[in-house]
């Protein structure tokens, strides 16, 4: 089985949109009428599936996307706790209508409904009510929900820790993941999503969190951000900083997805990174869509890259399946319930 753990609804129906639109005229005008999720039906949800990420799948051959809200769209940035609640839950709504529509092809990953200076804590309703109720098997965890200026503690922090304790006790992972950036430095998929997959594993080697939490998992997308290119650095950093070596204090915790958009890439980070610690990721529909000239190939067709590797089947196997059922149980505990 080919499990891509990294999948967004990147093409929900016009009528989710509407509904944001809605949210978002109301902050310009408080007398707008109040926003409200508009009707979609299963044939609408069918229809941007089909097309779309159902007809990828099976072109490119992966069996199973863990699928969640679109990241850039998630805008924990934008107006208060209130219309982040909202928007989050209606995310949330529409992907376990897909799981229900196509559950031998997706399984459900939640959106949280951060916003800045709210205490995460805040959240845990939503965590506890997609896995409990929903059946999803994991959550984004956005470490900036300022959209680009860093407000938040890191991730160390005790700020955080209410979250953290209640994702051990569901025994679910998260996947490190900003939403869109309204800083104009920061362009949001070139720059701002790999900053902060970077940050947050600088971050990881700073503190002492998983000393606190010794089962948190953590996937960092984006093939690790910049980390696997600079492994010596960080490897130093953690040196300097009197830390202990990376494969103990941070590695037993923290994977990084495949979401590395061409063979040196992915070559570099089977190199350097642990094959125990890689997860297969697309991201399609996502970040990068377009061919590339070079090759002929969607740029996010990522199955090509580890079918091209130099390695055992065995080791292909792990980074394609079985290490996604150890990081998230839950998937595991669902696919052995079918007797996969």
Same mark, same amino acid.
């Given at each position: 089985?080919?499990?891509?753990?990294?999948?967004?609804?990147?093409?929900?129906?016009?009528?989710?949109?509407?509904?944001?639109?809605?949210?978002?005229?109301?902050?310009?005008?408080?007398?707008?009428?109040?926003?409200?999720?508009?009707?979609?039906s299963?044939?609408e949800?069918?229809?941007?599936?089909?097309?779309?990420?159902?007809?990828?799948?099976?072109?490119?051959?992966?069996?199973?996307?863990?699928?969640?809200?679109?990241?850039?769209?998630?805008?924990?940035?934008?107006g208060?706790?209130?219309?982040?609640?909202?928007?989050?839950?209606?995310n949330?709504?529409?992907?376990?209508?897909?799981?229900?529509?196509?559950?031998e092809?997706f399984?459900?990953?939640?959106?949280?409904?951060?916003?800045?200076?709210?205490?995460?804590?805040?959240?845990?309703a939503?965590?506890?009510?997609?896995?409990?109720?929903?059946?999803?098997?994991?959550?984004?965890?956005?470490?900036?929900?300022s959209?680009?200026?860093?407000?938040?503690?890191?991730?160390?922090?005790?700020?955080?820790?209410?979250?953290?304790?209640?994702?051990?006790?569901?025994?679910?992972?998260?996947?490190?993941?900003?939403?869109?950036?309204?800083?104009?430095?920061f362009h949001? @998929?070139?720059?701002?999503?790999?900053?902060?997959?970077?940050?947050?594993?600088?971050?990881?080697?700073e503190?002492?969190?998983?000393?606190?939490?010794?089962?948190?998992?953590?996937i960092?997308?984006?093939?690790?951000?910049?980390?696997?290119?600079?492994w010596?650095?960080?490897?130093?950093?953690?040196?300097?900083?009197?830390?202990?070596?990376?494969?103990?204090?941070?590695?037993?915790?923290?994977?990084?997805?495949?979401?590395?958009?061409?063979?040196?890439?992915?070559?570099?980070?089977?190199?350097?990174?642990?094959?125990?610690?890689?997860?297969f990721?697309?991201?399609?529909?996502?970040?990068?869509?377009?061919?590339?000239?070079?090759?002929?190939?969607?740029?996010?067709? @990522?199955?090509?890259?580890?079918?091209?590797?130099?390695?055992?089947?065995?080791?292909?196997?792990?980074?394609?399946?079985?290490?996604?059922?150890?990081?998230?149980?839950?998937?595991?505990?669902?696919?052995?319930?079918?007797?996969?």
């Amino acid at each position: 089985m080919i499990i891509d753990c990294h999948g967004h609804y990147t093409t929900a129906p016009a009528a989710h949109q509407k509904f944001r639109d809605a949210q978002l005229a109301g902050l310009k005008d408080p007398t707008a009428p109040a926003a409200r999720p508009g009707a979609i039906s299963d044939d609408e949800i069918r229809e941007t599936i089909d097309k779309n990420q159902l007809r990828l799948q099976r072109e490119r051959g992966s069996d199973l996307t863990l699928f969640s809200p679109r990241a850039s769209a998630m805008g924990h940035h934008i107006g208060n706790e209130a219309i982040s609640s909202a928007w989050t839950r209606a995310n949330n709504d529409l992907i376990r209508r897909v799981v229900d529509l196509y559950p031998e092809n997706f399984v459900g990953v939640c959106q949280l409904p951060q916003s800045p200076a709210v205490p995460i804590a805040n959240s845990i309703a939503e965590l506890e009510r997609c896995v409990r109720e929903l059946n999803f098997i994991g959550c984004n965890l956005n470490p900036d929900p300022s959209g680009g200026h860093w407000t938040s503690p890191p991730l160390t922090d005790r700020h955080w820790y209410p979250f953290y304790e209640k994702m051990v006790e569901l025994d679910v992972p998260a996947m490190i993941h900003v939403s869109a950036s309204c800083n104009a430095n920061f362009h949001a @998929t070139g720059a701002h999503y790999i900053n902060a997959d970077t940050t947050a594993f600088m971050q990881f080697i700073e503190g002492d969190l998983f000393g606190d939490f010794p089962t948190l998992r953590f996937i960092i997308p984006h093939g690790g951000g910049a980390v696997p290119y600079h492994w010596g650095r960080y490897r130093g950093l953690a040196d300097m900083l009197k830390r202990p070596p990376l494969e103990e204090h941070v590695m037993k915790n923290v994977f990084f997805d495949t979401c590395v958009y061409h063979q040196p890439g992915i070559d570099l980070l089977v190199r350097v990174i642990d094959i125990g610690n890689i997860l297969f990721g697309s991201e399609m529909v996502g970040a990068v869509r377009g061919i590339d000239p070079l090759t002929g190939h969607y740029f996010d067709d @990522t199955r090509r890259y580890i079918d091209a590797l130099s390695m055992p089947a065995a080791g292909k196997a792990r980074i394609f399946e079985t290490n996604a059922r150890r990081v998230f149980p839950r998937l595991n505990a669902l696919l052995e319930a079918r007797g996969l």
